[in-house]
């Protein structure tokens, strides 16, 4: 009997077993547990046990075999995500394999082309090596020959009205921009930090050796061709720096295509210089293989067509054959290839500008890579990658940060056609005041209700522009970004965000005190690369009298921060903010303020073409050799950026002058703290960080820097350097690394003054060499109002021995004027104690642009200065 009992249960466990390891579930059943699915992945035992109460046709299922089906259910998800993940990692590695293996292909070209023309090069030089033949006569053959092989292309005049002189240009300039895109027509260089790769933004290339600037960029995108040309067509939705772009006519062409005559504005960068429009052909057509060709170049006397329209305020830059080659990829998406080439004249702005029109990084950062992240970014938002918060559409969000940089680029520029108008100054002014009183930058916003009012007078803005040493843009904007006590004022950024409103404050005022506390970041969008942020900032509001408490509210700004990623070479870091109210809306009223700070990345044409001469060629007579290898690490940390800083407030018409003294004042505060943050976080160029190296230096250099430290030790009680006044010449290479200015001022009796040593911040703030420091004055660098304070104080200097004066405008010996905080003079003294010369040594120096033309002297002016006879009759007494 026992037997059998076991035997019925082992068949029992047996069945129940087979039943837990495979059930057949009907389509009804299927569905009821898809539903569930697709609420709650994974129910727990409570909601699997109601499941079969609440649905019958369950009812016949046991809950482990339930609990077991969602399992299931889940790991075949997660392996057709995995599936899926693979098949588009797989898709994007072998068109990145594709890519690679044309780029390969074009660098065998390239090569092959530059073997045959050494080989060439070698045989010319045999031959010339060898010839007995004249010279001269020669040379008029060479050069006869020369030009019959490369003939200057001359093209007859095109206007509009001729289609098929168009469709010449057009196909011209698609074939110049084949063979850039895809040929050796241009030398390309891979960009540093740019390594393709399948999660890359492509293959980043760079020409340093074309006319031009020059940039290309290789990429995939999962979007198709059709797509992406609508996309790249619309320049203004992704360039940042396009005003606006017209298509004045469109020719339909007999392939297809479209022959398009467009002019372009641009924004220029700071307000240095003059911004840039281009007249151009561009030509869209497809190609056999079915890839889709934008292709576009500038309309000039040389290419034949019609005239552009004349530009006043803007300075005609010509666009070289570039353009897009969209080709479908297989299985869908497509590889695009960019290209630009733009000359961009150069040779218009002033010379310490100049960098920024000839790097091709810049020009790569700004527009090539720009398109291809723009494209990449609708990619991912089409296909749901990107989840924004908030409730506000991807397109919003692209929209609230092209209005942000539009309106920072109309203060910055200032456009008169736009409705500004520059308000009169003296010329002594470093900083600009504009306004903008047009009814048309209001329209569509809360403030149109503002400008109806009798009393509004519209827009103000305060701008500057000043030159960088050795500060990292990136580290600067990110400080600026994350301390905004450092630099902000709590009672502007209350009367910004009080103009919202209808009645804003009557009498804006900076107030005493900063923020109460840290402001509190809110994230709200940000780019696939995480080059660029989009956040809320909330500062936290405060009373600072009794009848202020109900005035004391949060404040909001809608922020723009990029460029804070230290890798990217040529990138533009950019803080951009706007008030808001606490719940905006999609069209919100935006009125930005704020940074932008570019790098120089300056075009040498050879390793010794930028530098300072070393301490010891100023005492030798003759050139300095080659620098030790130790010097030449001091060259990386001596990197110029230019800064440029502008702030828009709304006024009154009665109060318009108030308002215009409180931006002046604030910018000019403004500019005095990033000058302190920017001493403060710049790299340091002590020999600490250099190693040790030997300057070459002569027994007289290292006298007269003992002599300028001892001195200043006796006179100030202080230490001018960190070592000891013995140790070897340490105290040569402290002084000439030190980071203010510091130069000696020597005179001969009759004689005017004239400087005789500077360190290398004293050369860089000068703008001189060594060898010509000799040639500039005293009375040519200091302003009649540094004249007067020096001249007052100079009984203090002889008595005591030094003097503090306040801060002020020099100038260098290129005419453009540089703001310090505080100058020191003291006399130096010889082992003797007898006067030797005197010392100056300014600190937190920087280049600050005037930005009218007509407010700062130029060079030749300043040389014609003429000066009063008895203005330095006490240098002369103070010798003998």
Known sequence: MALLMHKESSSGNKHQMDNSKYVRYTPEQVEALERVYSECPKPSSMRRQQLIRECPILSNIEPKQIKVWFQNRRCREKQRKESSRLQTVNRKLAAMNKLLMEENDRLQKQVSQLVYENGYMRQQLNNVSSATTDTSCESVVMSGQHQQQNPTPQHPQRDANNPAGLLAIAEETLAEFLSKATETAVDWVQMIGMKPGPDSIGIVAVSP????????????????????????????????????????????????????????????????????????????????????????????????????????????????????????????????????HIDLDAWSVPEVLRPLYESSKILAQKMTIAALRHIRQIAQETSGEIQYGGGRQPAVLRTFSQRLCRGFNDAVNGFADDGWTIMDSDDVEDVTIAINSSPNKFIGSQYNTLSMLPSFGGVLCAKV???????????????????????????????????????????????????????????????????????????????????????????????????????????CAQLVFAPIDESFADDAPLLPSGFRVIPLDPK?????????????????????????????????????????????????????????????????????????????????????HLGPRQLPGSPEALTLARRISRSYRIHTGGELLRVDAQAGDAVLKQLWHHSDAIMCCSVKLNASAVFTFANQAGLDMLETTLVALQDIMLEKILDEAGQKILLSEFTKIMQQGFAYLPGGICVSSMGRPVSYEQAVVWKVLDDDDSNHCLAFMFVNWSFVHRVLGNLFKSQTSWRNVVVVGYTFWWLAWFVT
């Open 465 to 571: 522009s000043m030159l960088l040493q050795n500060v990292p843009p990136p580290l600067l904007v990110r400080f600026l970004r994350e301390h905004r006590s450092e630099w902000a004022d709590y009672g502007v950024d209350a009367y910004s965000s009080a103009c919202l409103k209808a009645s804003p404050y009557a009498v804006p005022r900076a107030r005493p005190g900063g923020f109460s506390s840290s402001p509190v970041i809110l994230p709200l969008a940000h780019t696939v690369e995480q080059e660029e942020f989009l956040e809320v900032v909330r500062l936290e509001g405060h009373a600072f009298s009794p009848e202020e408490i109900a005035l004391s509210r949060d404040m909001y700004l809608l922020q723009l921060c990029s460029g804070v990623d230290e890798n990217p070479a040529g990138a």
């Open 604 to 688: 040498s044409d050879g390793p010794n073409a930028t530098r300072t001469l070393d301490l010891a060629s100023t005492l030798e007579v003759g050139r300095g050799g080659a620098r030790p290898a130790g010097e030449a690490d001091m060259n990386s940390y001596n990197h110029r950026s230019v800064l440029t800083i502008a702030f828009q407030f709304t006024f009154e018409n009665h109060f318009r002058d108030n308002v215009a003294a409180m931006a002046h004042q604030y910018v000019r505060s403004v500019v005095s703290s990033v000058q302190r943050v920017a001493m403060a976080i710049s790299p340091s160029q002590l020999s600490s």
């Open 209 to 340: 050796n074309c006319s031009g600037v020059a940039a290309r960029v290789c990429g995939l995108v999962s979007l198709e061709p059709k797509k992406v040309a609508e996309i790249l067509k619309d320049r203004p939705s992704w360039f940042r720096d396009c005003r606006c772009l017209d298509v004045l006519s469109v020719i339909p062409t007999g392939s297809g295509g479209t022959i398009e005559i467009t002019y372009m504005q641009t924004y220029a960068p700071s307000t240095l210089a003059a911004a840039r429009d281009f007249w151009t052909l561009r030509y869209t057509t497809s190609l056999e293989d079915g890839s889709l060709v934008i292709c576009e170049r500038s309309l000039t006397s040389s290419t034949g067509g019609p005239t552009g329209p004349p530009s006043s305020c803007f300075v005609r830059a010509e666009m070289l054959p570039s353009g897009y080659l969209i080709r479908p990829c297989d299985g869908g998406g497509s590889i695009i290839h960019i290209v630009d």
